[in-house]
Each structure stands twice: as C-alpha cells, then as structure tokens.
C-alpha cells in the first residue's frame, strides 16, 4: 500500500536544519532523492526500493527543505542551490564522504548539480525521469507544479504519474492528499513553484557544459509513457554524459521505481556494483 510513512524516520541536524531520512541496510553508502510532487517524501518515493536495494548498501534517503518532515523555517527559500548544499550537507552531517547518488525527477537535477559542483563526493549517478537540462514545460508537470490542495486533484495528478490504471486507487489519492496538506506542506510547496513555470524548468538546470564534463559513471533510467517529464530529456542527458547509458521501460510513465519495482531495483544494483 502506497501512504506517508508512519513516523518521521530517523533526525539530523544539517547545518541548523532538523532533516529527517530513511535508512536501511549496510555497506556502500547510497542516497536517495525524492522528487517535487505535492505531498512528495523521501518514504513516498523510496519505499519500495529501500529495503530491496538495503540488501546490498547503505542506502540513505532525506525529506529535502520543503517536504516531508524536514524542519520548515520561517523566511526559507527553496531552490536547485538551497538543495544541492543541503545534500552535501547532509552528507557532511553523517560523516560521509563519497557516496552514489539516485535521484528521481527534481531529486535528478539535485543530484547533477551537487556533482557538477562536489565531483569529489559522487561515485556514481543514477537519474531516473530526471530534470536538469532544458525542455519545454509539459502539460503534466505544469499541473503537478500548480496542484491546489483537494482529494480529486490528488487524484487526476495521481493519473498523470502513473501508466497503470490499477496503481491509482481511491485510497492511494486520500492518503497522498493528507500528506499535502500535513501543516506547513502546502504552504512551502506553493512557494517553490508559482506561475509561470517554465521559469522553474529552467533555473533547475546545470549548464549542458558541466553536465559533459561530469566524469561519474551514469544509469539514466525513463518511462517510454512519462507524461510529467518528457524521455528527451534522458536522451539528451545520455548525449552529453561521456560515461552513460540509458534503460526506457516501456507501459511505465513517471513512476518507474514503483510501477517496475523489482527490474528497477535489479537494474540499480548491478549497475551500482559494476566494477567492484
């Protein structure tokens, strides 16, 4: 059953900052990042994929500034640095210096831009349905960005995300429209992303000359159907990236770790031990 998880996780304080995050598993250090759904957690996105990929890793997710059960300050402002720095923070925050990073959507441009930035703290990279390099705002995104707080809004997003009709289910929608409005969550996801957003799209991305000089290993991972954000972008991604390659599902759309859960995770792992 998809939902919120039942308590907040496990604390940290980054740099001032109480984060809440996920942890299962040893080994190799991985973290894991949620993308910008209203309502969205690290557990909302991760929770079918934590203990299958804990397995073998370390495997650490964090709510970003602004969602989840992340401390929300008074006067924050949110954007593509304010994440980045808060991962690396919480990186530094764990005594971890080198990690893989899998980011998921908006968690995809984070991650590209704290590799560009810290290369030294990135082993590899794994962007699925990612963000982070330039494209014209879809249809699907535009909604998601301006979702206004109701359960039948809830679901219609929930129908965007998903390829399958039969994931989206009346409870499912409850259960993601309480989480969007947990006090603070609304508040701090419609300051992130007002209209126009195209202009988001675009101050989400790393200079296409960063991203080619990146040397990390990459699994660049996107549903065929993904009508949130559009397979071009993983295709240019895989253009610009020397080290990459490129896994499309078919019938999947912005929902891969979820809708093709276990040939998701197989995938990650044996790309993530490749080498070793």
Same mark, same amino acid.
């Given at each position: 059953?998809?939902? /919120? ?9 980054? $740099? ?6 996920? /942890? ?16 969205? %957690?690290?557990?909302? @996105? ?5 203990? *299958? ?6 495997? #650490? ?13 008074? @006067? ?27 980011? @998921? ?10 590799? &560009? ?35 039948? @809004? ?18 499912? $929608? ?5 989480? %969007? ?8 996801? &419609?300051?992130?992303?007002? &209209? ?15 991203? *080619? ?9 996107? !549903? ?14 895989? /253009? ?5 390659? #490129?896994?499309?599902? !078919? ?7 979820? /809708?093709?859960?276990? $040939? ?10 490749? !080498?070793?």
């Amino acid at each position: 059953m998809v939902g /919120e998880q039942p308590d907040a996780g496990r604390r940290v304080d980054v $740099a001032g900052v109480g984060t809440s995050y996920l /942890e299962a598993g040893t080994g190799p250090p991985v973290v894991l990042v949620h993308g910008s759904g209203p309502g969205v %957690s690290a557990y909302a @996105n991760w929770r079918l994929t934590l203990p *299958a990929l804990g397995r073998d890793f370390r495997c #650490l997710a964090p709510d970003l500034p602004g969602f989840g059960s992340t401390d929300r300050r008074p @006067n924050d402002s949110y954007g593509i640095e304010t994440w980045a720095a808060h991962l690396v923070g919480f990186l530094d925050a764990l005594g971890l210096d080198r990690v893989s990073v899998v980011g @998921n959507s908006m968690g995809g441009a984070v991650a590209l831009r704290m590799a &560009a930035r810290h290369p030294d703290r990135v082993d590899r990279l794994v962007l699925m349905g990612s963000v982070g390099v330039p494209f014209a705002i879809t249809e699907g995104l535009d909604r998601v960005w301006g979702y206004q707080p109701s359960v039948a @809004n809830m679901r219609a997003l929930l129908d965007l995300f998903a390829y399958s009709r039969e994931l989206v289910t009346d409870e499912l $929608a409850e259960l993601r429209y309480r989480a %969007s409005v947990e006090p603070g969550r609304q508040e701090s996801f &419609a300051a992130m992303f007002p &209209a126009p957003r195209q202009r988001w799209v675009d101050a989400l991305c790393t200079p296409e000359d960063e991203i *080619a000089a990146l040397p990390h290993p990459t699994l660049l991972v996107h !549903g065929r159907d993904d009508r949130i954000i559009p397979l071009a972008t993983s295709l240019r991604l895989l /253009e610009l990236l020397d080290d990459a390659q #490129l896994h499309v599902f !078919g019938r999947c759309g912005h929902w891969t770790q979820i /809708e093709h859960a276990d $040939a998701f995770v197989s995938l990650v792992r044996s790309f993530l031990t490749g !080498g070793r």
